[in-house]
């Protein structure tokens, strides 16, 4: 069992900088792929960005690649989302994921935080 609390969010004004935080509780923290995800208001939940347990490779959705960065601490069991360049598109409840499995899809993620509402003004 894996616990996920994100934290970080808030208003920030277009072209600034947020730093998302993902804290795990449980053991074996290093096992899970780790992902955000992302829901606007009115919209389906999206993928943001991946990390591999092993080697933490990571893997973006186009919308953020360039502008994001995902990074993970598996000493610390905390996982983070660096996010610069924001956009008003960008405003959504950001989630943290947990898998065993291979892959982000949303259905095969097995964990999942509550959320932290990021909300860029323009």
């Known amino acids: 069992q894996v616990q996920l609390v994100e934290s970080g969010g808030r208003l920030v004004q277009a072209g600034g900088s947020l730093r998302l935080s993902c804290a795990a509780s449980?053991?074996?923290?290093?096992?899970?792929?780790m992902g955000w995800f992302r829901q606007a208001p009115g919209k389906d939940r999206e993928f943001v960005a991946g990390?591999?347990?092993?080697?933490?490779?990571?893997y973006y959705a186009d919308s953020v690649k360039g502008r994001f960065t995902i990074s993970r601490d598996n000493a610390g069991n905390m996982m983070y989302l660096q996010m610069n360049s924001l956009k008003p598109e960008d405003t959504a409840v950001y989630y943290c994921?947990?898998?065993?499995?291979?892959?982000?899809?949303?259905?095969?993620?097995?964990?999942w935080g509550k959320g932290t509402l990021v909300t860029v003004s323009s």
């Open positions: 990390i591999r347990r092993s080697d933490s490779v990571t």
């Open positions: 994921a947990a898998t065993l499995g291979t892959g982000w899809l949303i259905g095969g993620m097995d964990y």
């Open positions: 449980g053991r074996m923290f290093g096992r899970y792929a």
